[in-house]
């Protein structure tokens, strides 16, 4: 399940998302705390159609509230 849209996801269709951006944070590149899965967010389209991590690239998440009810 995407981390950002909750649509099911399979190994062809997902990628890593890092909490905190690989390109800021190298050191937390493989730390498990920082690695979530999500949709391929229309990776290669252009920007108006990308969504969840396709689209927000490598700006920082500031905030994720992992602890709703869904």
Known sequence: ???YCM???SCKNSKIE???SQSGNRNLQLTFSNLYIAC???EGESGKYQHCDSYKGEKELTYINFNTNI
């Open 1 to 3: 399940i995407c981390c």
């Open 7 to 9: 649509r099911e996801i």
């Open 40 to 42: 391929d967010g229309n």
């Open 18 to 20: 890092h909490l905190k």
